[in-house]
């Protein structure tokens, strides 16, 4: 079973996709999914590439 990891932004690794929510005030539920890319930013089906903030609160499994 996969296990809920939360974290901020720069502690996910290069490679892994991860969750964050669409805004700050909503459930975990309404989230986005985006894979990191390198250090500063993710790519996203929807978003496209987006630099996200390094302590950006998210989540993965593992």
Do not use: L, Y
């Given at each position: 079973m996969?296990?809920?990891?939360?974290?901020s932004?720069?502690?996910?690794?290069?490679?892994?996709t991860f969750?964050?929510k669409?805004?700050?005030?909503t459930?975990?539920?309404?989230?986005?999914?985006?894979?990191?890319?390198?250090?500063?930013?993710?790519d996203?089906?929807?978003?496209?590439?987006?630099?996200?903030?390094?302590d950006?609160p998210?989540?993965f499994?593992?």
């Amino acid at each position: 079973m996969s296990q809920k990891n939360t974290c901020s932004f720069k502690d996910v690794p290069v490679g892994q996709t991860f969750f964050m929510k669409r805004h700050p005030d909503t459930s975990d539920t309404d989230s986005i999914s985006f894979t990191k890319v390198d250090a500063a930013g993710g790519d996203s089906i929807e978003w496209g590439k987006s630099e996200i903030h390094p302590d950006q609160p998210c989540w993965f499994f593992k």
